[in-house]
Structure formats: structure tokens, C-alpha cells
């Protein structure tokens, strides 16, 4: 019943910038935190950035100083902005929700991805 579709990706050169966005719809009692996740070919799903309820933040020592999240609560949506991107920013970012249904019951879902490639 929940969904999170992700937009927002495509291809730029280093040192350009783009802007993820990721909206959240379906039977939702509650967002408790929101964030982004990147998967590069042959490489684990790593965290990006994260970001709470309470506002708390959390960024992967690789993209801090250049990327911001940033959530908008009446839209249920989470942004990435990045900044000063580098060929090593290439990858498949996914959304990432951990979210309460009307039943209480708290699960975590995934986006499909957006494609992040940033050449030389």
C-alpha cells in the first residue's frame, strides 16, 4: 500500500549539481525517518544521508559539505541536494522510509532507484 518514487537523477559533469526528490504516498499514520541510500555495479548499498522525525541528521563522511537533505512533512517527501558532485558520486541512489501504518505496525520500504552518473 505504501510507495516511494524517487526522481530527480540523471547525468552531469564534476562539479555539477543535482537535486533528488523522493515522495512518499499510501496508508501512512507515520514517517519516522526518511532518507537516501546508493548502490554503485558491484558494490553494497551504502547510506547517504538520513533524516528523523525529530530533524536529526545523519551524512556519510564521503558527500558531507556537499550534499543536504532536507524533507518537506506536508508533502511526505525527502530531497537530496548535491553539490560539487564527483565521479565517485555514481550510482543508483534508493529512497529509503521507515514508516508506522493506522495499525501501528512499523516497516521499512525502498524506492526503485534513480540513476546518479557524474562523468569526468
Known amino acids: 500500500q505504501v510507495q516511494l518514487v524517487e526522481s530527480g537523477g540523471g547525468l552531469v559533469q564534476a562539479g555539477g549539481s543535482l537535486r533528488l526528490s523522493c515522495a512518499a504516498s499510501?496508508?501512512?499514520?507515520?514517517?519516522?525517518?526518511m532518507g537516501w541510500y546508493r548502490q554503485a555495479p558491484g558494490k553494497q548499498r551504502e547510506l547517504v544521508a538520513y533524516?528523523?522525525?525529530?530533524?536529526?541528521?545523519n551524512y556519510a563522511d564521503s558527500v558531507k559539505g556537499r550534499f543536504t537533505i532536507s524533507r518537506d512533512n506536508a508533502k511526505n517527501t525527502v530531497y537530496l541536494q548535491m553539490n560539487s558532485l564527483k565521479p565517485e558520486d555514481t550510482a543508483v541512489y534508493y529512497c529509503?522510509?521507515?514508516?508506522?501504518?493506522?495499525?501501528?505496525?512499523?516497516?521499512?520500504?525502498w524506492g526503485q532507484g534513480t540513476q546518479v552518473t557524474v562523468s569526468s
Open positions: 499510501g496508508r501512512i499514520f507515520s514517517i519516522n525517518a
Open positions: 533524516i528523523m522525525s525529530g530533524d536529526s541528521i
Open positions: 529509503n522510509a521507515d514508516i508506522e501504518n493506522w495499525s501501528r505496525t512499523i516497516r521499512v520500504y
